[in-house]
């Protein structure tokens, strides 16, 4: 696959770690998250993203129902995972930290929106006690091309 570079530009994560959860919320859109039923790391991810200040709705649905939202969000079925969330115009799919959805608001790039493949242990929501692998966010475009957004180690 081809992978260009994006012009992201770049914001401080002490910035972004500065305001405070409330005014975060207060400013932010709405997260609507669609996930199965029967996926507890889909809802740990909900937690953490309401813990950063995030106004959450969790909208439960069959695997072709939430299939469905992928395919309509535009996420490559490469950058999968399982749960997808909308936000400002943007799509979340899966694991993504809630300071890379922060960044992203901030900067608004010309993305459809955030990845994190799969689901790698460590990550939000993917919390094994110590156990932790590293992991990337990717961004994605409306013509196919991702890049590396933030690296997780």
Do not use: N
């Amino acid at each position: 696959m081809l992978r260009r570079t994006f012009v992201l530009g770049f914001m401080p994560a002490a910035a972004l770690a500065a305001s405070a959860p409330g005014a975060f919320a207060a400013a932010a859109p709405r997260l609507v998250v669609s996930k199965s039923p029967t996926c507890g790391c889909c809802g740990a991810w909900a937690a953490h993203m309401r813990a950063a200040g995030f106004d959450v709705t969790v909208r439960e649905m069959d695997q072709a129902s939430l299939d469905a939202v992928k395919v309509r969000a535009g996420v490559p079925p490469e950058l999968a995972s399982c749960h997808t969330g909308e936000i400002g115009g943007y799509v979340v799919e899966g694991h993504v930290p809630a300071d890379d959805v922060k960044r992203l608001l901030a900067l608004r790039p010309k993305l459809i929106g955030l990845a994190v493949p799969g689901m790698p242990v460590g990550s939000p929501g993917m919390e094994m006690g110590d156990a932790r692998e590293p992991f990337d966010t990717i961004a994605f475009d409306a013509s196919g091309r991702w890049e590396i957004f933030a690296r997780h180690t």
